[in-house]
């Protein structure tokens, strides 16, 4: 068949013979192997509007030729939609960049690889062209590698992060979107997800042929545009759609949990022959309908291929994260999974008689019925009439949130394809450690551990809750014999960036460190040392102790009467003269619900001497201020243990942005004794002051406090500084970003600081009336108990 070019082309030479009519007629027939005549038709009428736009013939020539690979992609269904986009673009930007735009087509093509994904792609480009013009072209220069790492969320908010923080620098954005800044290449990183869909797509299908020898089809989804949470797993339209992304899962990898979750829905579609009525159903019955259907059908699948029932159960038994095992499950989830286990592992034994009695009765009647998925409704309800009586239901958010991430929402078992409750996601977080820890018993560690010097390379390591001795006991521990410093999980906080008025996410990593300790009779010693002050110390105690129900007189308003004041208001009466109205005793109970969190700038300047040089004689005996920070906190310390608040004492330091280092030396909750002032008394000085990053941390032990008021009291003898910033008004900015943000937290901030030239800054970072300077230093172990009670009495 001959096709008139002209009639569609503008700007192109279409003489038979031309090397113009030979990529038109090559490329037509490639397009005509795979789209049918309306397709070809939107394709002859996209290449004509295109050549509408007058942006060169190199646009036109790229259309036509990259076309077809795209319909063959995603579809011809898409080619107006691609065709609509490169013509609001064309008013926004140059020829060029829309020209760059359509080269990249079949590469966002293959890694998006779906359709609707595809579109929501082209909104994202049309929103760059008026948010970051100068950005594009680099963006679409960069787009191989972009593509490769981060899904369209990611995309998108790596995108509009960039167009945000350089929205007047246009410089700037070319570098940003050209990934040749370091904020740049941080916030590629920031968004990058664990296996991407389209990297499996091929392998997965293989998978589920090989199972079930027949074809599924699978669609990527994308649902995590401004957050890092994306869709479940849902099967609609007979098609399987999977996230564009996982992350791997407490130590199972990103692969695993794609066919785990593939395996699960490809179940679900070959043995759930009818669907379920939900007539008169509450989402919380069908929650646990749907708990016994997938254990149907994953009971039916690992009939076919027992293998399954390894792949499904390791979701389960895996060892959760230290981020999850601080998170209390509500009683009625911790059920269902739990009852879950059961329903999957046939020799499981709960604690719970009712979970026991549900799994061996709904075993029992899968070896009858397994092939009637009515069978699960009439399970579920059972369960449900039964497990209401001993715990109440959550929420539905509550129940939606499964922890598990390769079983589906379910929307496929029911006979109605709308469903409002099932629309939520699953937030997938990123594994932050490689290695597994598991805590474990003195008696355990020493009957069962392979080797007691675990290395960075070991796969599980065990932690002991105490100190572990060998056997032939000299006193020593493994650990202080062998052991490395004890250090926790990375900390990630975000850094104020005041050139361009944005955070910087996850800039700075704080790591929580132990020091050494010391005889914690040197905290003793102290009181002996500073007794006079200690006396007056005794009295600020005696004041501040809490001091129960107290009565207050002459209020107009009350809960008693005065009568000594009514009698004199009557008298006045009868003298006809006007009364004092405040007749009434108004009851407070005084109650100090405090939480104060002492932290200490432990860098390098702290091992200063006060009041002589280097080299005098007096020099080695002299006192640092780090000993009067020591012996002023242990002042205070005694005061506040003495009073009652819950207190902790931390300290930091810093050696970059990467290793801001975090020491607990108390608690809360923790007693003021002999461990704790053993800490305390070891405690050193080294490296530099991040203080924005340590103040963040310190906020977060806070607001772990159910404490009506909470105070950091910072004791600092410098101002804000680190040796990868030399910059000094970023990391001050930075430090009055940080406590602004713990006052919108309910986190009282305080400085105490023994820099003479505090004035300059001191002001503007903590504010009026929130510090206090110390200007001979010699008197700090005087002056901080004096402060606290200033601030908390």
Same mark, same amino acid.
């Given at each position: 068949?001959?096709?008139?070019?002209? %009639?569609?082309?503008?700007?192109?030479?279409?003489?038979?013979?031309?090397?113009?009519?030979?990529?038109?007629?090559?490329?037509?027939?490639?397009?005509?192997?795979?789209?049918?005549?309306?397709?070809?038709?939107?394709?002859?009428?996209?290449?004509?509007?295109?050549?509408?736009?007058?942006?060169?013939?190199?646009?036109?020539?790229?259309?036509?030729?990259?076309?077809?690979?795209?319909?063959?992609?995603?579809?011809?269904?898409?080619?107006?939609?691609?065709?609509?986009?490169?013509?609001?673009?064309?008013?926004?930007?140059?020829?060029?960049?829309?020209?760059?735009?359509?080269?990249?087509?079949?590469?966002?093509?293959?890694?998006?690889?779906?359709?609707?994904?595809?579109?929501?792609?082209?909104?994202?480009?049309?929103?760059?062209?008026?948010?970051?013009?100068?950005?594009?072209?680099?963006?679409?220069?960069?787009?191989?590698?972009?593509?490769?790492?981060?899904?369209?969320?990611?995309?998108?908010?790596?995108?509009?992060?960039?167009?945000?923080?350089?929205?007047?620098?246009?410089?700037?954005?070319?570098?940003?979107?050209?990934? /040749?800044?370091?904020?740049?290449?941080?916030?590629?990183?920031?968004?990058?997800?664990?296996?991407?869909?389209?990297?499996?797509?091929?392998?997965?299908?293989?998978?589920?042929?090989?199972?079930?020898?027949?074809?599924?089809? *699978?669609?990527?989804?994308?649902?995590?545009?401004?957050?890092?949470?994306?869709?479940?797993?849902?099967?609609?339209?007979?098609?399987?759609?999977?996230?564009?992304?996982?992350?791997?899962?407490?130590?199972?990898?990103?692969?695993?949990?794609?066919?785990?979750?593939?395996?699960?829905?490809?179940?679900? *579609?070959?043995?759930?022959?009818?669907?379920?009525?939900?007539?008169?159903?509450?989402?919380?019955?069908?929650?646990?309908?749907?708990?016994?259907?997938? %254990?149907?059908?994953?009971?039916?699948?690992?009939?076919?291929?027992?293998?399954?029932?390894?792949?499904?159960?390791?979701?389960?038994?895996?060892?959760?994260?230290?981020?999850?095992?601080?998170?209390?499950?509500?009683?009625?989830?911790?059920?269902?999974?739990?009852?879950?286990?059961?329903?999957?592992?046939?020799?499981?034994?709960?604690?719970?008689?009712?979970?026991?009695?549900?799994?061996?009765?709904?075993?029992?009647?899968?070896?009858?019925?397994?092939?009637?998925?009515?069978?699960?409704?009439?399970?579920?309800?059972?369960?449900?009439?039964?497990?209401?009586?001993?715990?109440?239901?959550?929420?539905?958010?509550?129940?939606?949130?499964?922890?598990?991430?390769?079983?589906?929402?379910?929307?496929?078992?029911?006979?109605?394809?709308?469903?409002?409750?099932?629309?939520?996601?699953?937030?997938?977080?990123?594994?932050?450690?490689?290695?597994?820890?598991?805590?474990?018993?003195?008696?355990?560690?020493?009957?069962?551990?392979?080797?007691?010097?675990?290395?960075?390379?070991?796969?599980?390591?065990?932690?002991?809750?105490?100190?572990?001795?060998?056997?032939?006991?000299?006193?020593?521990?493994?650990?202080?014999?062998?052991?490395?410093?004890?250090?926790?999980?990375?900390?990630?906080?975000?850094?104020?960036?005041?050139?361009?008025?944005?955070?910087?996410?996850?800039?700075?990593?704080?790591?929580?460190?132990?020091?050494?300790?010391?005889?914690?009779?040197?905290?003793?010693?102290?009181?002996?040392?500073?007794?006079?002050?200690?006396?007056?110390?005794?009295?600020?105690?005696?004041?501040?102790?809490?001091?129960?129900?107290?009565?207050?007189?002459?209020?107009?308003?009350?809960?008693?009467?005065?009568?000594?004041?009514?009698?004199?208001?009557?008298?006045?009466?009868?003298?006809?003269?006007?009364?004092?109205?405040?007749?009434?005793?108004?009851?407070?109970?005084?109650?100090?619900?405090?939480?104060?969190?002492?932290?200490?700038?432990?860098?390098?300047?702290?091992?200063?001497?006060?009041?002589?040089?280097?080299?005098?004689?007096?020099?080695?005996?002299?006192?640092?201020?780090?000993?009067?920070?020591?012996?002023?906190?242990?002042?205070?310390?005694?005061?506040?243990?003495?009073?009652?608040?819950?207190?902790?004492?931390?300290?930091?330091?810093?050696?970059?942005?990467?290793?801001?280092?975090?020491?607990?030396? /108390?608690?809360?909750?923790?007693?003021?004794?002999?461990?704790?002032?053993?800490?305390?008394?070891?405690?050193?000085?080294?490296?530099?002051?991040?203080?924005?990053?340590?103040?963040?941390?310190?906020?977060?032990?806070?607001?772990?406090?159910? %404490?009506?008021?909470?105070?950091?009291?910072?004791?600092?003898?410098?101002?804000?500084?680190?040796?990868?910033?030399?910059?000094?008004?970023?990391?001050?900015?930075?430090?009055?970003?940080?406590?602004?943000?713990?006052?919108?937290?309910?986190?009282?901030?305080?400085?105490?600081?023994?820099?003479?030239?505090?004035?300059?800054?001191?002001?503007?970072?903590?504010?009026?009336?929130?510090?206090?300077?110390?200007?001979?230093?010699?008197?700090?172990?005087?002056?901080?108990?004096?402060?606290?009670?200033?601030?908390?009495?």
């Amino acid at each position: 068949m001959t096709i008139d070019f002209s %009639a569609y082309v503008t700007g192109l030479n279409t003489e038979p013979g031309h090397e113009h009519r030979q990529a038109l007629e090559s490329s037509y027939h490639e397009a005509a192997r795979v789209m049918s005549p309306q397709g070809l038709d939107h394709y002859l009428t996209g290449m004509k509007a295109m050549g509408t736009l007058n942006k060169g013939e190199d646009l036109i020539l790229t259309y036509v030729q990259e076309m077809p690979g795209v319909a063959k992609e995603l579809g011809e269904d898409v080619i107006p939609d691609i065709v609509s986009a490169l013509m609001k673009l064309a008013s926004h930007t140059s020829g060029t960049v829309v020209t760059l735009m359509m080269t990249n087509m079949p590469l966002a093509a293959t890694r998006l690889g779906d359709a609707d994904v595809m579109r929501s792609y082209l909104k994202l480009l049309h929103q760059l062209a008026g948010k970051a013009p100068r950005g594009l072209r680099p963006m679409m220069e960069n787009m191989d590698e972009l593509l490769s790492k981060l899904t369209l969320g990611g995309l998108r908010r790596w995108a509009l992060w960039g167009a945000q923080a350089h929205q007047r620098d246009l410089d700037g954005q070319m570098a940003y979107f050209g990934l /040749k800044t370091e904020s740049s290449r941080a916030v590629l990183q920031k968004e990058r997800r664990g296996t991407l869909f389209v990297d499996n797509q091929r392998k997965l299908n293989f998978y589920l042929r090989a199972l079930w020898a027949r074809a599924f089809f *699978m669609r990527p989804t994308s649902g995590d545009y401004e957050t890092r949470q994306g869709l479940k797993p849902f099967i609609e339209d007979f098609q399987i759609h999977l996230p564009d992304a996982f992350d791997p899962f407490r130590g199972i990898s990103g692969l695993e949990v794609y066919r785990a979750s593939a395996a699960h829905c490809a179940a679900h *579609m070959v043995y759930t022959r009818q669907p379920l009525s939900a007539e008169q159903l509450s989402p919380a019955q069908m929650k646990l309908i749907e708990l016994f259907e997938d %254990a149907r059908v994953e009971h039916l699948a690992i009939r076919d291929f027992p293998g399954l029932r390894k792949l499904w159960l390791g979701f389960f038994t895996a060892p959760m994260t230290p981020d999850e095992e601080f998170v209390e499950l509500h009683p009625m989830m911790d059920r269902m999974i739990r009852l879950a286990i059961a329903l999957l592992d046939p020799h499981y034994r709960d604690e719970e008689p009712l979970i026991n009695d549900t799994a061996s009765d709904f075993r029992r009647q899968l070896e009858v019925r397994a092939d009637d998925n009515q069978l699960s409704w009439d399970a579920g309800i059972t369960f449900y009439n039964k497990v209401i009586q001993q715990v109440a239901l959550p929420n539905l958010r509550v129940m939606e949130s499964w922890p598990i991430p390769y079983r589906d929402d379910n929307r496929y078992l029911w006979a109605f394809t709308e469903n409002m409750f099932l629309e939520s996601g699953l937030d997938y977080l990123p594994e932050h450690k490689q290695q597994i820890r598991k805590y474990v018993s003195a008696v355990e560690m020493a009957n069962e551990v392979d080797c007691e010097l675990a290395g960075d390379d070991a796969q599980e390591v065990w932690i002991c809750a105490t100190e572990f001795f060998p056997y032939e006991d000299e006193g020593i521990s493994y650990n202080r014999m062998w052991g490395k410093e004890p250090v926790s999980a990375p900390y990630h906080y975000q850094e104020w960036d005041y050139h361009v008025q944005l955070f910087r996410p996850d800039w700075a990593t704080v790591i929580e460190r132990r020091q050494g300790k010391d005889d914690p009779e040197r905290m003793d010693e102290i009181l002996t040392k500073y007794k006079p002050i200690a006396s007056r110390i005794r009295r600020l105690i005696d004041a501040l102790q809490p001091q129960g129900i107290v009565r207050r007189r002459g209020y107009e308003e009350g809960e008693e009467l005065d009568l000594n004041a009514a009698v004199r208001a009557m008298i006045d009466i009868r003298r006809g003269i006007m009364p004092d109205p405040r007749i009434n005793i108004r009851i407070d109970r005084h109650i100090r619900d405090l939480s104060i969190l002492v932290l200490m700038d432990l860098s390098e300047s702290t091992n200063e001497k006060i009041g002589v040089q280097e080299g005098e004689p007096e020099y080695d005996t002299a006192p640092s201020i780090l000993d009067l920070t020591r012996e002023s906190t242990g002042l205070l310390a005694w005061a506040i243990d003495a009073i009652g608040d819950n207190f902790a004492v931390h300290g930091f330091a810093s050696d970059g942005r990467h290793d801001v280092q975090y020491y607990r030396f /108390k608690d809360f909750g923790q007693p003021y004794d002999d461990e704790a002032k053993s800490r305390m008394a070891g405690m050193q000085g080294g490296l530099s002051t991040r203080m924005g990053a340590a103040l963040r941390h310190a906020g977060w032990h806070l607001t772990q406090q159910a %404490a009506q008021k909470r105070l950091v009291l910072l004791i600092t003898d410098g101002e804000p500084a680190d040796i990868d910033e030399r910059d000094p008004q970023y990391l001050r900015h930075d430090t009055k970003k940080a406590v602004e943000d713990l006052a919108r937290q309910g986190v009282y901030t305080y400085c105490l600081t023994l820099d003479p030239n505090a004035d300059r800054y001191v002001a503007r970072i903590f504010g009026e009336n929130n510090y206090s300077i110390v200007d001979h230093l010699e008197r700090l172990p005087e002056r901080l108990p004096a402060v606290f009670a200033a601030i908390t009495g």
